[in-house]
């Protein structure tokens, strides 16, 4: 068995930061990635940022330059920087990782959700 556990949202003012934070733990081989959703609502969850075990990034358009996906393969955490934040970034965010298993099989886990609040 798997867990994330994230944390780091929270309620900002438009323009301000947040930084979220997720764990995982468990059963693992290795990951392949990790990223971070999100889901407003009446809104499909939606992919914010990924990043896999080469570090290479991938950002949706409506966050580039504001958001920053990191990573830390050794601990198998990852963390999302988020700064210049809007009230449309409001969202319950997910985080999301690829894991291997040692089985050989690979699986897709998500976190509990954390809820991002941006005032205007």
């Known amino acids: 068995q798997v867990q994330l556990v994230e944390s780091g949202g929270g309620l900002v003012q438009a323009g301000g930061s947040l930084r979220l934070s997720c764990a995982a733990s468990g059963s693992i081989f290795s990951i392949a990635s990790m990223g971070w959703y999100r889901q407003a609502p009446g809104k499909q969850r939606e992919l914010v940022a990924a990043?896999?075990?080469?570090?290479?990034?991938n950002y949706t358009d409506s966050v580039k330059g504001r958001f920053t996906i990191s990573r830390d393969n050794a601990k198998n955490t990852v963390a999302l920087q988020m700064n210049s934040l809007k009230p449309e970034d409001t969202a319950v965010y997910y985080c999301?990782?690829?894991?291997?298993?040692?089985?050989?099989?690979?699986?897709?886990?998500w976190g509990q959700g954390t809820q991002v609040t941006v005032s205007s």
């Open positions: 999301n990782a690829n894991v291997r298993r040692y089985s050989g099989t690979y699986y897709s886990y």
């Open positions: 990043v896999t075990s080469g570090d290479i990034t």
